[in-house]
């Protein structure tokens, strides 16, 4: 996965967002963290695999790798926003269960929220991404989806999402 690419792509799309909503300059650490805390409870959902109540499996795998990207587009915005763009995931130890990396994964975006630094974004990072290893994502995989919606996400500004 080439995240130079990524971050430049993020970085484009941040800056048509902040031009387009009237919003250079302004401060947007809060909201893209909440965004994208919000994304992972969506990500969650989808895999359903806190749901032990329920018999339903999770949606389709198309669906939850869109759901996974939508997190990688407010990671790369963060780390934009905070200047640690040379950052890559490394791979680490994953949680016995994909509900504990859940847990890790938010985990890491309030220490993140709480810090702002390198250590803790490489944390997160590492930490998300992994999350991805265990939703059975490839590399390839998540590049790929990345790029198809960051177009969607564009198309989206133009229509007055």
């Known amino acids: 996965m080439n995240m130079n690419t990524l971050f430049h792509m993020q970085r484009g799309l941040d800056s048509y967002i902040e031009k387009e909503h009237n ?12 965004a994208l805390l ?3 409870g969506e990500l969650a959902n989808e895999t359903r695999c806190f749901k032990f109540w329920s018999t339903k499996g999770p949606s389709d795998r198309s ?31 994953p949680a016995k269960t994909v509900t504990d990396q859940f847990l890790l994964v938010t985990g890491a975006i309030h220490a993140f929220h709480q810090s702002k630094t390198k250590k803790a974004y490489q944390l997160l990072m590492n930490r998300f991404f992994t999350l991805g290893d265990m ?4 590399t390839k995989e998540v590049e790929e989806a990345y790029i198809a919606k960051n177009e969607v996400n564009y198309k989206r500004q133009q229509s007055g999402y």
């Open 63 to 93: 669906v939850i790798l869109e759901e996974f990207v939508d997190g990688v587009h407010f990671i790369l915005s963060l780390g934009i926003l905070t200047n640690w763009t040379d950052t890559t995931p490394a791979s680490q130890q």
């Open 135 to 138: 939703l059975g994502f490839s």
């Open 38 to 40: 919000v994304e992972i």
């Open 23 to 34: 919003l250079e300059g302004t401060d947007l650490f809060d909201q893209k963290v909440l």
